[in-house]
């Protein structure tokens, strides 16, 4: 986007480019299963994954196309202190 490229070119070509990643990762995860049970709780966990990360692409594409990236911000940096506190908490309490 800072080199003039549109924010739908540039949200696609950045899913487009995880999209081979993911799929590796996921055939590296079921052949790595030491069980056919294992095997079917990855092919589960797979399918689940899939549908839930379908439906957040989804809601990004939609916040990305109506310009509500201030909200998302916000959003970042209260889990980013939420992290922190806690975070801060584990270090103090060891």
Request: overall charge positive.
């Amino acid at each position: 986007m800072l080199l003039g490229v549109s924010k739908k070119i540039s949200m696609r070509y950045a899913f487009v480019l995880a999209a081979p990643v993911l799929i590796v990762l996921g055939i590296i995860e079921i052949c790595t299963a030491a069980t056919p049970a294992g095997i079917v709780a990855i092919i589960i966990g797979l399918v689940l994954s899939a549908g839930v990360s379908f439906i957040c692409v989804k809601i990004l594409q939609w916040v990305i196309n109506n310009d509500k990236l201030k909200y998302f911000a916000y959003y970042d940096l209260g889990i980013g202190v939420i992290a922190l506190i806690i975070g801060i908490f584990e270090l103090i309490l060891k």
